[in-house]
DNA sequence: CGTCTTTGACCTGCGC
DNA sequence: GCGCAGGTCAAAGACG
């Protein structure tokens, strides 16, 4: 190496190589300060302008580089022209090492075709010079390409292993909430009646009626059942402080509908296969992740939409396992479970509405345990955001109240006659009505204050089947060809726009008081239901779903047919349960 | 023959 | 306790 090829270190970012000579009739332009004690001059390649490059390679002959890894080194040659050096055009690009072996790897590149011999130079003019040029070119871009593969599965890698920490995480929080629920059951439930009694005298003294109390569900559920309960408590009748003790008919209902969960869903039994065995040990204790299944059982969304067919294309496949006769509407309704896995809790009801049959009204019930085909994937997030949101916000406040308005306010800010929330049906329902006209004027952005800042999860990617990764609703607009985009850009745009105001608002976090709305995935995907561009667009693609199959319903929302989204505290909205 | 739908029976919760 | 209504099961039939 008589031209004194080499490759130097300052330090972790800078490098460079240095030459005793001009090569190849590269000038190779090194500045003052870089010129060495011994002789040799300091080319740096750490710069982002043009003027401190320093990279060489051969032939000569247009623009050449050599590929460092991240480092894109960009020759400032001189060509001879008619016996004039002309300098060309030089840039540097990205410079930043990350591997020394990626270094010495791309200096061997360097330094052998600078030990080749000059005469075999052409003049970068030739044909064969042209060609070569351009299968150096695609080979680099086949580089940067296979690059580019390595850092997409290293991130996708990334994604699966966050999701699956989040999800054992998630179902670590709720096994210390219950046990921590559990082991201060026993103390509570004492002094709970020591407390009734005690108020049961005053009211006796005072004469008053006995005022319901905010009792948690004892059931061995995690929090978030209790608040689920509590908001069925607040809206039943009967009196809580009767079902607080024994053999109240609210935990019986809960332990008979939990038991019936254990017998459909518990691990022992496959699928749908009906578990005698579990069906009469009505005292065993269910697991806490039946207890979540339950809870996410509960909350169900309810969409109501234009369609001529008997129920709308979802994405999943469903099998059909009832119906009945509802009481109040002359239509059967049908009762469909998800069959894309063995095993997946979700199920809906189909039913039309008995004002207007032209209305096809969906329930959507639970979270799939599957990955969901793109068709699907919509439908399916959407619905579980909703739910998810639903049963976050569904948190009591500090007095043990539970404010509905504030659910409403929170999964759909802006809805009025677009998302009801009925707090009163058996289950707390979410109701999408996609049948109402537009209002242009109701298209803004929902108030800061109720929009949950939680950055988004990465749902572009490949659906990686976390259970508590919202799934229900919505996705059979993604990847479908006509809305992916719509979907995307718009999922993309509001990560941003949340992720702005996490940053800048941080009195937003608020909603974070309860350990539920940690549950940041549902809650940033409720947050993407929240805005109102997303419900529109979400609107539109189901409208468009079903008006793609059945093109004479004109009287439904399209992509140019937003339906309403505003405020609304109804209580009762038109469900699919007409006799609720 | 396997899958899916139909449909009557059964279970459960809740109101009276 | 009884009846009603919602929800589910499972046998039977239909279908490809």
Redesign the pocket.
């Given at each position: 190496m008589d031209r004194g090829w080499g490759l130097t270190l300052e330090n972790s970012d800078r490098v460079g190589f240095f030459a005793k000579e001009p090569v190849f009739g590269f000038n190779l332009s090194p500045r003052l300060d870089h010129h060495r004690s011994d002789g040799l001059m300091m080319f740096p390649v750490n710069s982002g302008a043009g003027e401190d490059n320093a990279a060489v390679s051969s032939p000569p002959g247009g623009e050449q580089r050599v590929v460092l890894g991240e480092v894109d080194f960009f020759a400032e040659k001189k060509k001879p022209v008619n016996g004039v050096v002309k300098k060309e055009t030089s840039h540097a690009e990205t410079s930043t090492f990350r591997d020394v072996d990626v270094i010495n790897t791309g200096l061997q590149l360097v330094t052998a075709n600078t030990g080749s011999d000059q005469s075999t130079v052409d003049d970068g003019m030739s044909p064969d010079s042209e060609d070569k040029r351009a299968r150096n070119e695609l080979a680099q871009l086949q580089v940067e390409l296979e690059r580019m593969n390595a850092e997409n599965q290293r991130l996708r890698g990334m994604l699966t292993q966050v999701s699956n920490n989040y999800s054992a995480l998630q179902m670590h929080l709720i096994t210390l909430m219950q046990q921590q629920h559990n082991s201060r059951a026993d103390s509570t439930q004492e002094q709970e009646v020591v407390d009734r009694k005690s108020e049961e005298t005053k009211s006796a003294v005072n004469g008053g009626p006995i005022v319901p109390r905010q009792f948690l569900d004892l059931a061995p559920a995690a929090v978030a059942a209790a608040a689920v309960s509590q908001m069925?408590d607040e809206h039943?009748?009967?009196s809580s402080e009767e079902r607080t003790l024994s053999g109240s008919?609210?935990n019986?209902?809960?332990?008979?509908?939990n038991?019936?969960i254990g017998?459909?869903e518990s691990p022992e039994s496959e699928g749908?296969?009906?578990n005698?065995a579990l069906?009469l040990n009505?005292n065993s204790t269910k697991p806490v992740d039946q207890s979540a299944e339950a809870t996410m059982r509960k909350a169900r969304v309810s969409v109501r939409a234009r369609s001529e067919a008997p129920m709308i294309s979802d994405g999943c496949?469903?099998?059909?396992?009832?119906?009945?006769?509802?009481?109040?509407n002359p239509c059967p309704?049908?009762?469909y479970?998800c069959?894309m896995a063995v095993g997946c809790p979700v199920?809906k009801?189909v039913q039309r509405c008995a004002d207007d049959r032209t209305i096809l009204i969906t329930t959507y019930e639970g979270t799939h345990n599957h990955p969901l085909p793109p068709a699907a994937m919509a439908m399916a997030s959407t619905t579980s955001a909703a739910a998810n949101m639903l049963l976050s916000g569904s948190m009591p406040s500090a007095d043990g109240v539970m404010n509905p308005n504030f659910l409403a306010r929170t999964i759909l800010p802006c809805s009025s006659n677009m998302a009801t929330i009925s707090a009163s049906a058996?289950?707390p329902t979410v109701t999408l009505d996609l049948t109402q006209t537009p209002n242009p004027l109701q298209f803004q952005r929902p108030p800061a204050q109720f929009q949950v800042p939680f950055p988004l999860p990465p749902q572009n990617f490949a659906p990686v089947p976390t259970p508590s990764v919202p799934q229900v609703f919505g996705q059979a607009l993604y990847n479908q060809s006509k809305f992916s985009g719509l979907q995307m850009s718009q999922e993309s745009t509001d990560a941003a726009q949340l992720q702005g105001q996490s940053s800048q608002h941080p009195q937003l976090h608020q909603p974070q008081a309860h350990p539920l709305f940690s549950d940041t995935l549902s809650a940033a995907t409720a947050a993407i239901t929240a805005d109102p561009n997303f419900t529109a667009a979400l609107a539109a693609a189901i409208s468009s779903i079903i008006g793609g199959s059945h093109q004479n319903n004109t009287n439904q929302s399209t992509p140019n047919n937003h339906p309403n989204v505003n405020t609304s505290n109804s209580n009762k909205s038109c469900s699919s349960?007409?006799?609720?």
């Open positions: 069925a039943s009748n009967s008919p609210h019986n209902t809960e332990l008979s509908r038991k019936r017998r459909e749908w296969a009906p005698k069906k009505s496949q469903w099998r059909k396992y009832g119906q009945k006769m509802a009481k109040g309704r049908a009762y479970r069959t199920r009801q058996p289950f349960f007409p006799g609720n």
